[in-house]
């Protein structure tokens, strides 16, 4: 089974920008992993941000942006928020299977 | 509003049995994919299972596969998780969630506990 990788943990300045990654242990992701990104805080349930690559909620901040980085997927945090304090977690599609990352916990300090 | 309400946990022996469900409400249920995610106390999200919109294709976790059913009623937009021969490295918060399409993620229900202990 493949193993997805993000950092275990990030900080960020508030107004700051931060950029997760999620790597997948068979190569490059692709869009064709139809990368997830989820927010959960303690005690709360996930919540779902970004589907498929880029796609947003409709409720998901705008200062929330998903993309393709250097062979991984990327998540990135423009103008960091307290309240954007969390754990970030990605999940990649493999021929229909779903494996989710280790997850980030985002520190806004 | 759209709204996932898990329900059917609970305490259960190694060996055992239990049925989990996901009463969906405020979007088209039979639309999307449906998801059970669980999460072991102080640990990550493990994908579990899902099932398509019509219930004619679904997918498990090899951790689970073979012990484990998922389906769906879609006249009862209700999700369901058939748990059998429960171990202890079951034990987790199982969440209900949803796929998402056209700019729209109905979302994850409040998640339920099942406990497999001796």
């Known amino acids: 089974q493949a193993v997805v990788t993000q950092e275990p943990s990030l900080t960020v300045s508030p107004g700051g920008t931060v950029t997760l990654t999620c790597g997948s242990s068979?190569?490059?992701?692709?869009?064709?992993?139809?990368p997830y990104w989820f927010q959960q805080k303690p005690g709360q349930a996930p919540r779902t941000l970004i589907y498929d690559t880029t796609n947003k909620h409709s409720w998901t901040p705008a200062r929330f942006s998903g993309s393709l980085l250097g062979g991984k997927a990327a998540l990135t945090l423009s103008g960091a928020q307290p309240e954007d304090e969390a754990e970030y977690y990605c999940s990649l599609s493999y021929s229909g299977t779903r494996v989710f990352g280790g997850g980030t916990r985002l520190t806004v300090l | 509003e759209v709204q996932l309400v898990e329900s059917g946990g609970g305490s259960v022996q190694p060996g055992g049995s239990l049925r989990l469900s996901c009463a969906a409400s405020?979007?088209?249920?039979?639309?999307?994919?449906m998801y059970w995610v669980r999460q072991a106390p102080g640990k990550g999200l493990v994908w579990v299972s899902h099932i398509n919109g019509d219930g004619s294709n679904t997918k498990y976790a090899d951790s689970v596969k073979g012990r484990f059913t998922i389906s769906r009623d879609n006249a009862k937009n209700t999700l369901y998780l058939q748990m059998n021969s429960l171990r202890a490295e079951d034990t987790a918060v199982y969440y209900c969630?949803?796929?998402?399409?056209?700019?729209?993620?109905?979302?994850w229900g409040q998640g339920i506990l099942v406990t497999v202990s001796s």
């Open positions: 068979t190569g490059a992701v692709t869009s064709g992993h139809y």
């Open positions: 969630a949803s796929s998402c399409r056209d700019g729209t993620c109905p979302g």
């Open positions: 405020g979007f088209t249920f039979s639309s999307y994919y």
